[in-house]
């Protein structure tokens, strides 16, 4: 089974942007769509983007439509969220999860696999 790392968050203000970074480890991505969901305390886990496995498909959630880019390096096996314009509704615990399909998609049944997550905190 495949290991995910999530990396890149932190504490930012409001505005501002964060780029986050999934490392898989165990097998290659290249042949699975790749996702970003994120949980804010007391919510369910929420759809944030997707892409498919040649990265040419992408998906994202309402919320973040026109402010993250997601994006793949297959040859680093690693997966990027690129964060802009953030909001403190943006603050969530981010996860990475691999699918069992090519093609992107916003329902976290399709994905298996989670990384333990990397806390992302926007400020006013």
């Known amino acids: 089974q495949v290991q995910l790392v999530e990396s890149g968050g932190g504490l930012v203000q409001a505005g501002g942007s964060l780029t986050l970074s999934c490392v898989a480890r165990?097998?290659?991505?290249?042949?699975?769509?790749m996702g970003w969901f994120r949980q804010a305390p007391g919510n369910e886990r929420e759809f944030v983007a997707a892409?498919?496995?040649?990265?040419?498909?992408?998906l994202y959630g309402d919320s973040v439509k026109g402010r993250f880019t997601i994006s793949r390096d297959n040859a680093k096996n690693t997966v990027y969220l690129q964060m802009n314009s953030l909001k403190l509704e943006d603050t969530a615990v981010y996860y990475c999860?691999?699918?069992?399909?090519?093609?992107?998609?916003?329902?976290?049944?399709?994905?298996?696999?989670w990384g333990q997550g990397t806390q992302v905190t926007v400020s006013s």
């Open positions: 892409i498919s496995y040649s990265s040419k498909g992408t």
């Open positions: 999860s691999a699918s069992a399909y090519y093609s992107e998609s916003s329902g976290h049944k399709d994905y298996n696999g």
């Open positions: 165990g097998r290659a991505i290249s042949s699975s769509a």
